[in-house]
T-cell receptor, first 112, second 115 residues
Framework: DQQVKQNSPSLSVQEGRISILNCDYT??????FLWYKKYPAEGPTFLIS?????DKNEDGRFTVFLNKSAKHLSLHIVPSQPGDSAVYFC???????????FGKGTRLHILP | NAGVMQNPRHLVRRRGQEARLRCSPM?????VYWYRQLPEEGLKFMVY????????ESGMPKERFSAEFPKEGPSILRIQQVVRGDSAAYFC?????????????FGPGTRLTVL
């Protein structure tokens, strides 16, 4: 039973436009949500996080939005750049010290 | 400061053989975490170790899998009598303190192929 779901296996976005990656979760005990970025042949790298007490967190071109009532979060990248082409994993944990549960990932292609 | 190192990067084994995957954490990091990524899946937590101690192995399969992190040397994930279903990418991460995500740095992974 998947607790963190990324229903879009892939997404293509024109360079300069906004990329929106979506994630849904089922466990209402999740309190921390994270996004990781992964290039081929590399390990994931932590991108941005949000705790359940917030509904938005912004870091440069990256913004994560959390809708707790809908159990939904999204990652917005604007403007999208060629180097953003990667697999993005949504992840969640019940608290800062608990294990991370990952989604299956969404492959983002930034088109020239 | 070198990042998390894993070797080998690619490992091919025949069914029934043993696989040993190594992880050298970042300098100053004494906490190691192993994850497995099956094809078309997300990463799944396997085990969390500190030096000479297994802290949480709730994600480890009950049989054939073991992990250690000795006082000296890398952390080892050992898979005995491999089967085709063990084919996956195995990632290790390290952190300087008990931290599940905020300070975890991942290695490049070992891709295990079982023939």
């Amino acid at each position: 039973d998947q607790q963190v779901k990324q229903n879009s296996p892939s997404l293509s976005v024109q360079e300069g436009r906004i990329s929106i990656l979506n994630c849904d979760y089922t466990n209402s005990m999740f309190d921390y949500f994270l996004w990781y970025k992964k290039y081929p042949a590399e390990g994931p790298t932590f991108l941005i996080s949000i705790s359940s007490i917030k509904d938005k967190n912004e870091d440069g071109r990256f913004t994560v939005f959390l809708n707790k009532s809908a159990k939904h979060l999204s990652l917005h990248i604007v403007p999208s750049q060629p180097g953003d082409s990667a697999v993005y994993f949504c992840a969640a944990s019940e608290n800062r010290d608990d294990k991370i549960i990952f989604g299956k990932g969404t492959r983002l292609h930034i088109l020239p | 400061n070198a990042g998390v190192m894993q070797n080998p990067r690619h490992l091919v084994r025949r069914r029934g053989q043993e696989a040993r995957l190594r992880c050298s954490p970042m300098k100053g990091h004494s906490h190691v975490y192993w994850y497995r990524q099956l094809p078309e899946e997300g990463l799944k937590f396997m085990v969390y170790l500190q030096k000479e101690n297994i802290i949480d192995e709730s994600g480890m399969p009950k049989e054939r899998f073991s992990a250690e992190f000795p006082k000296e040397g890398p952390s080892i994930l050992r898979i005995q009598q491999v089967v085709r279903g063990d084919s996956a990418a195995y990632f290790c991460a390290s952190s300087p303190s008990p931290s599940w995500w905020s300070e975890q740095f991942f290695g490049p992974g070992t891709r295990l192929t079982v023939l």
